[in-house]
Nanobody
Framework: QVQPVESGGGLVQAGGSLRLSCGLS????????MGWFRQAPGKEREFVAA????????YYSDSAKVRFTISRDNYKRTVYLQMDSLKPEDTAVYYC???????????????WGQGTQVTVSS
């Protein structure tokens, strides 16, 4: 089965940028759609962005669609989340997940990474 592994998190000042990566290890048996979610302290996990296997279809949350860009390179087995103009409220643990379709519901994703911390200072 596929196992997502996130990287690229860190500490950044407000207004800065980060690019998160999600490498897919293990055996890829399906053409997975991929999603990014995040969870801030004391809050529920929320959807950020998703992308189809081909990359031709993307879907963003309202808070992400202007400042974030999701992309993928299937040859490298990697999905990216480019985050620009970061705000303190973007501080959260960011998770990558593999699923079947480009949707926002976390229940639709089968495989999850361990997460990477993003902290945006004001």
């Amino acid at each position: 089965q596929v196992q997502p592994v996130e990287s690229g998190g860190g500490l950044v000042q407000a207004g800065g940028s980060l690019r998160l990566s999600c490498g897919l290890s293990g055996r890829i048996e399906r053409k997975h759609a991929m999603g990014w979610f995040r969870q801030a302290p004391g809050k529920e996990r929320e959807f950020v962005a998703a992308i189809s296997w081909s990359g031709g279809s993307t879907y963003y949350s309202d808070s992400a669609k202007v400042r974030f860009t999701i992309s993928r390179d299937n040859y490298k087995r990697t999905v990216y989340l480019q985050m620009d103009s970061l705000k303190p409220e973007d501080t959260a643990v960011y998770y990558c997940a593999a699923g079947s379709t480009v949707v926002a519901g976390a229940n639709e994703y089968d495989y999850w990474g361990q997460g990477t911390q993003v902290t945006v200072s004001s």
